[in-house]
T-cell receptor, first 113, second 115 residues
Framework: AQSVTQLDSQVPVFEEAPVELRCNYSSSVSVYLFWYVQYPNQGLQLLLKYLSGSTLVKGINGFEAEFNKSQTSFHLRKPSVHISDTAEYFCAVSDPSNYQLIWGAGTKLIIKP | KAGVTQTPRYLIKTRGQQVTLSCSPISGHRSVSWYQQTPGQGLQFLFEYFSETQRNKGNFPGRFSGRQFSNSRSEMNVSTLELGDSALYLC??????????????FGPGTRLLVL
């Protein structure tokens, strides 16, 4: 069974500093990869996704992620964070043959002023 | 387009009762998925419906069930509630016709507290 590991439960970072949120998945077969964001007391919103093609994926709000097949990773990055980026970030993977998303445990991004 | 709506937003029940949650997808979307979110277990997939048929199912006991109507609205039901069923229940919709790479659009969730 597939699994997703988000190595950090919390990442504190100063405002305007760069950030990387790490995500590793277990499957070696083709998968689709997603990053979703959950702002306080809200549902989830898609940041970006990788289906195929270029391994560098750009998303909303200045975020980007790089798919690395050999390391089975899909780390999320932003060059300069803002206080409004305070949220919980979830990495997810799906098998192309079904609609089931498998989720990581989430990483809380804490922005320090 | 209106987003995904879920009703009710908050619910308090006691052990042994049953509960029904409702989800209205984005207009035109035919796939509705349900997820349970808890601090301990994180986000877990419950089931997915497409055109009134359950297409995928997660690893939850039979107390958790769902259905989808012809207008794509979906309900999930939990019978014989247990304390551990306290969670945020999220519904997500997508067109449902382009495979699992589709973006899922989430509602705000229903927060269920079981006492």
């Amino acid at each position: 069974a597939q699994s997703v590991t988000q190595l950090d439960s919390q990442v504190p970072v100063f405002e305007e500093a760069p950030v990387e949120l790490r995500c590793n998945y277990s499957s070696s077969v083709s998968v689709y990869l997603f990053w979703y964001v959950q702002y306080p007391n809200q549902g989830l919103q898609l940041l970006l996704k990788y289906l195929s093609g270029s391994t560098l994926v750009k998303g909303i709000n200045g975020f980007e992620a790089e798919f690395n097949k050999s390391q089975t990773s899909f780390h999320l990055r932003k060059p300069s964070v803002h206080i409004s980026d305070t949220a919980e970030y979830f990495c997810a993977v799906s098998d192309p043959s079904n609609y089931q998303l498998i989720w990581g445990a989430g990483t809380k991004l804490i922005i320090k002023p | 387009k209106a987003g995904v709506t879920q009703t009710p937003r908050y619910l308090i029940k006691t052990r042994g009762q049953q509960v029904t949650l409702s989800c209205s997808p984005i207009s035109g979307h035919r796939s509705v998925s349900w997820y349970q979110q808890t601090p301990g277990q994180g986000l877990q997939f419950l089931f997915e419906y497409f055109s009134e048929t359950q297409r995928n199912k997660g690893n939850f006991p039979g107390r958790f069930s769902g259905r989808q109507f012809s207008n794509s609205r979906s309900e999930m039901n939990v019978s014989t509630l247990e304390l551990g069923d306290s969670a945020l229940y999220l519904c997500a919709s997508s067109p449902g016709t382009s495979g699992s790479g589709e973006t899922q659009y989430f509602g705000p969730g229903t927060r269920l507290l079981v006492l």
